[in-house]
């Protein structure tokens, strides 16, 4: 048994509080959080700095490890697209040994779950010998209707493969034909799974669908997609796309920097189990630019947040989004960037009986963040 303390506490699931002692066991399990005159001073530990639960990452691409360092940041997605499309394949150990620096550098920065992205199995055999917990979503993709089924088959197909939770699931409004968006959503409802979808990530995304042009219509006509007979639905992709995908399942929309409060609200509406995750690094990367952070926190939007993938990150660190978080928005309490990172995503994972907070008998993973939040160590 550990008897913890520091500066401050973070239980999540109540204020932060001081003067406590989360007392810990050698699995890890939460065994009580106690005043600190109840307990015998020789076995406490004096931590400098704030102990909060083990962080989640709900939104990764474990299998672009590989692309580290080698996409330059700035210049927009269209362009980040074309630099992706130049780099050289790399060879399997290369896929393999990243996917493993990737894992060990979450686990590393206090991370104790990851809802990640799939488009090969490449992970699928590591994840089984990983620490972390994994949910996997296979993302498919057609924009064509009369792809969609075979899209649809080949993510089933991943799904076959994976040990761990998963779900099949769309990857952006842009990329997905409204047969492939059904096909998508009778699968979840029957399985009741959660689903997430990239979301509003560029200006030019609402642009496609609201008047059909602009640099998403470029890049389909690029890849030799037939947009033709497509008409735009005179709607932002949220507001055309959600309604398409089921009202009663858990689903978390990645990115968000060009929401509107009218798409919140809307969103909101249409289905009360939505969750919101935010990657600011990656938006800097990309397009530099960040959500309206405050329209979310003022609609009462479930927030998580992520890493995105190392081909548009210069780390796979929580406390990393959250400093950046900080630097933007400097009058949300830490408090509520913690939350973010542990309870919502757990919750949104449906893991929140394990993890996410420092309740009793929950093994949520234990945090010290430094006190200029530059470092996490993980303490259990
Ligand atoms: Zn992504």
């Known amino acids: 048994?550990?008897?913890?303390?520091?500066?401050?506490?973070?239980?999540?699931?109540?204020?932060?509080?001081?003067?406590?002692?989360?007392?810990?066991?050698?699995?890890?399990?939460?065994?009580?959080?106690?005043?600190?005159?109840?307990?015998?001073?020789?076995?406490?530990?004096?931590?400098?700095?704030?102990?909060?639960?083990?962080?989640?990452?709900?939104?990764?691409?474990?299998?672009?490890?590989?692309?580290?360092?080698?996409?330059?940041?700035?210049?927009?997605?269209?362009?980040?697209?074309?630099?992706?499309?130049?780099?050289?394949?790399?060879g399997d150990d290369e896929v393999q040994q990243a996917i493993r620096d990737a894992d060990a550098e979450m686990k590393n920065k206090g991370i104790v779950a990851v809802g990640d992205i799939c488009n090969t199995s490449n992970t699928f055999a590591f994840k089984n010998s990983s620490p972390i917990y994994y949910h996997n979503f296979m993302e498919v993709y057609a924009f064509a209707e009369d792809r969609a089924e075979a899209a649809f088959e080949k993510g089933v197909k991943l799904q076959r493969e994976s040990r761990n939770n998963s779900s099949v699931t769309p990857h952006a409004p842009y990329s997905a034909s409204q047969k492939l968006l059904k096909l998508i959503s009778e699968h979840a409802k029957k399985n009741n799974s959660v689903l997430t979808i990239h979301n509003q990530e560029t200006a030019d995304e609402n642009l496609f669908f609201l008047e059909k042009r602009g640099s998403i219509l470029d890049r389909l006509n690029y890849f030799g997609i037939d947009t033709s007979h497509w008409k735009a639905p005179g709607k932002t992709s949220l507001q055309y796309t959600l309604p398409q995908l089921p009202s009663g399942n858990k689903t978390l929309l990645v990115h968000n920097t060009f929401t509107s409060k009218g798409d919140i609200s809307f969103a909101n509406s249409f289905n009360k189990n939505l969750y919101w995750c935010f990657c600011p690094n990656a938006n800097l990367y990309i397009e530099n630019q960040l959500p309206n952070i405050h329209a979310f926190i003022d609609s009462n939007c479930q927030m998580t947040l992520g890493t995105d993938s190392y081909a548009s990150n210069w780390s796979l660190s929580i406390l990393d989004e959250i400093k950046a978080l900080q630097k933007n928005?400097?009058?949300?309490?830490?408090?509520?960037?913690?939350?973010?990172?542990?309870?919502?995503?757990?919750?949104?994972?449906?893991?929140?009986?394990?993890?996410?907070?420092?309740?009793?008998?929950?093994?949520?993973?234990?945090?010290?963040?430094?006190?200029?939040?530059?470092?996490?160590?993980?303490?259990?």
């Open 1 to 90: 048994m550990r008897y913890l303390t520091a500066d401050i506490i973070y239980p999540i699931s109540s204020s932060p509080v001081k003067g406590k002692v989360v007392v810990v066991d050698d699995k890890g399990t939460i065994s009580d959080l106690v005043e600190e005159k109840d307990i015998d001073p020789s076995k406490i530990e004096r931590l400098k700095g704030s102990i909060c639960p083990g962080f989640v990452n709900t939104h990764c691409h474990l299998e672009l490890s590989y692309m580290k360092g080698k996409i330059q940041s700035g210049g927009g997605l269209h362009h980040f697209i074309k630099e992706v499309e130049k780099l050289k394949k790399p």
């Open 329 to 380: 928005f400097p009058k949300v309490a830490l408090e509520e960037f913690l939350k973010w990172a542990t309870l919502n995503g757990a919750k949104f994972l449906g893991i929140e009986n394990t993890f996410g907070s420092l309740e009793k008998n929950k093994k949520p993973g234990l945090n010290l963040i430094s006190p200029d939040l530059s470092m996490v160590t993980t303490l259990a």
